[in-house]
């Protein structure tokens, strides 16, 4: 034991005026590790719990739960500095590190900015953001289900408002950092002025978005195309548009192509669509028995629907068919009408099958004027 006491005793080097043992570097390791393990289970077992409760389980609430877990590593192992055998205490480490944040990195105006003041400014703007964020969310969902009240308004007014807050509160944070914001006037020229050259496009989007909201020409769960895209508005932000289309993919759309663009809405005023059905049938045919035909098939199709009435169109005499429009009108269909005409492409199928209505193929008659040809190799043929 003696021997052991000894070891943990011994002297291995100096940290200031302090002497280091084995035992005090055992605890100041040991410990350390102890703090290290209390905050991953404290970020885990509270911060993140808390986090996926209230649906706050995004990147700036992740970095931001990272960032007190290390405030948390960061004061325990003060606390084992200080309750360690070392000459140097916790309030001794404090001052320390306060003199190396309050250090001015560089200045704004008359104002010195310290790492302190961007650590201040940084944390709560991070803070703010989070908040504006899930209380915008939290309006959203209540007025899903509130019918006097339009989504795409409710998100374009939460954006807007979401905004202002964000620039109001900014400047709160940045005035009660202690930084005078007369000093940020020529600063604020000068980046008024690269915004204005070098962001004309996100500008142009964000006006455009405004406009979206106030027109409202399209608005959440509109059916549109828009430069040869087709699919249902998911999201209205200020800069771009989500669609998503039948194959589930979410494209994302800028605001100026809906004012510059040919835009065309499926569902603005009305969710019925027309579907036009194109087929021919053999000249040996009987064009009304045809119509009749195809005119009971789709009305038959719980997708067609009966008012306005399916109707048959003859179209023109093609080289090989009578040609033929088939035109319903569908509701249901309304984001998927390929499959419609997909199905009334098989029932018609079957019924001019029972009908015994000839589709046609492609065909040529040959007439030959002359009876006796010229054969190479060999003769005539007569």
Known sequence: MDTVSKLLNSHLFFVGGSSVSAATLIFVIGGGLMVMIAASLIRKNLIDKFLIKYEMNDGLARKLAFAVQWLIMAL????????????????????????????????LGETSISLWTAIYIGFFTVLLMIVTSRTQKWFLKRTEDNQFLDVGIAHGVSSIVRIIVLVLGFVVIVQSAGIDLSSLTIMAGAVGL??????????????????????????????????GVQGDVKKISLRATTIRTNDNIDIIVPNTSFLTGNVTNLSHSSKDIRVNVPFGVSYKADPKRVRQVVEEVAGGHKGVLKNPRPEVLFTGFGDSSIDFTLRVWTRSHLRTPKILTSDLYYAIFDRFREENIEIPFPQRDIYIKDSKIEVTGGGKLS
């Open 76 to 107: 325990g192992f003060i606390q084992v500095l200080d309750w360690s055998d070392l000459e140097v205490t916790g309030a001794e480490i404090v001052t320390q590190i306060n003199a190396i944040l309050s250090f001015s990195i560089f200045k």
């Open 194 to 227: 690269g915004l204005s050259l070098g962001l004309q496009n996100l500008t142009a989007n964000i006006v455009s978005g405004i406009n979206l909201y106030v027109e409202r020409p399209i608005k959440i769960g509109d059916r549109i195309e828009v430069d």
